[in-house]
């Protein structure tokens, strides 16, 4: 079964640790590690999931010249993550150097984490898209565009809305990863997710992949949260 990824936004590794103890032992999770706890924790906290034997989803949007993207992705390729990503804005140059670090990085033997990308963070707004960013188009348009120069880079996908996931298969590929947060099952606190859609219709839109944060990280019963929601991003009722 296809697991949804779950978010973990913790301040730190203590409030991970007693999180992920609401979960059976040998339950293997696909979790997301951002900047949040990256940060505080450092690489360590990679390792120490991955010796859990969760997989992860490195999300730290990298976004800088192609040459210290290039080093950088080296140095994640040696954690052994699954997904990881940088911003579509870095531009073709900056993406394809980021998969050539990845390349170089991995150790022999293992899997080249999936690169994706961000186009336009769904926290941006077409009005300030156009007033911060100077991009006079629509915004859909613009994320078309940076899941197209994504694609042409020979990155494996991007990050989206699940309601974008039709347009930019259509720009790009069938196969191409759109990995969707902005999940709500239909009971749920939507919070400040401003467009969301629940696990069973992101199947149905065809997102490769769900990340599902508070839904899961907030509720009482987390683990019965979780099986919730994997049973409908499955079909199974
Ligand atoms: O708690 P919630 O389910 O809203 O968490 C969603 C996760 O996905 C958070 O870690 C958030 O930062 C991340 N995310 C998002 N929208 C994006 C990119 C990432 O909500 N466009």
């Known amino acids: 079964m296809n697991r949804p990824i779950i978010a973990l936004d913790f301040p730190d590794k203590v409030s991970v640790q007693l999180f992920l103890n609401k979960f059976p032992k040998n339950e293997s999770l696909f979790v997301k590690v951002g900047m949040e706890i990256f940060y505080k924790e450092g690489p360590s906290i990679v390792t120490w999931?991955?010796?859990?034997?969760?997989?992860?989803?490195?999300?730290?949007?990298?976004?800088?010249?192609?040459n210290t993207v290039r080093s950088a992705m080296k140095s994640i390729a040696s954690l052994g993550v699954a997904i990881t990503n940088v911003h579509a804005a870095g531009?073709?140059?900056?993406?394809?150097?980021?998969?050539?670090?990845?390349?170089?990085?991995t150790p022999e033997g293992q899997q080249v984490p999936e690169l994706i990308a961000v186009t336009q963070l769904t926290s941006t707004s077409e009005q300030q898209m156009h007033t911060d960013q100077l991009i006079t188009c629509?915004?859909?348009?613009?994320?078309?565009?940076?899941?197209?120069?994504t694609a042409e880079s020979g990155l494996a996908g991007v990050v989206c809305s699940a309601l974008e996931v039709d347009m930019i298969k259509q720009r790009t590929s069938r196969d191409f990863i759109c990995l969707t947060p902005g999940i709500r099952p239909a009971d749920a606190v939507v919070g400040d997710q401003k467009r969301v859609v629940t696990p069973?219709?992101?199947?149905?839109?065809?997102?490769?992949?769900?990340?599902?944060?508070?839904?899961?990280?907030?509720?009482?019963?987390?683990?019965?949260?979780?099986?919730?929601?994997?049973?409908?991003?499955?079909?199974?009722?």
């Open 138 to 149: 629509t915004l859909n348009e613009s994320v078309c565009h940076y899941a197209e120069i």
């Open 91 to 105: 531009g073709q140059e900056m993406m394809e150097q980021a998969l050539l670090g990845l390349k170089e990085g």
């Open 200 to 237: 069973r219709e992101a199947r149905d839109i065809g997102s490769s992949y769900i990340v599902v944060g508070r839904p899961i990280t907030k509720s009482n019963i987390p683990y019965e949260s979780y099986l919730k929601i994997k049973n409908e991003w499955n079909g199974v009722d």
């Open 49 to 66: 999931l991955k010796d859990l034997g969760h997989d992860v989803f490195l999300d730290l949007k990298l976004h800088d010249i192609p």
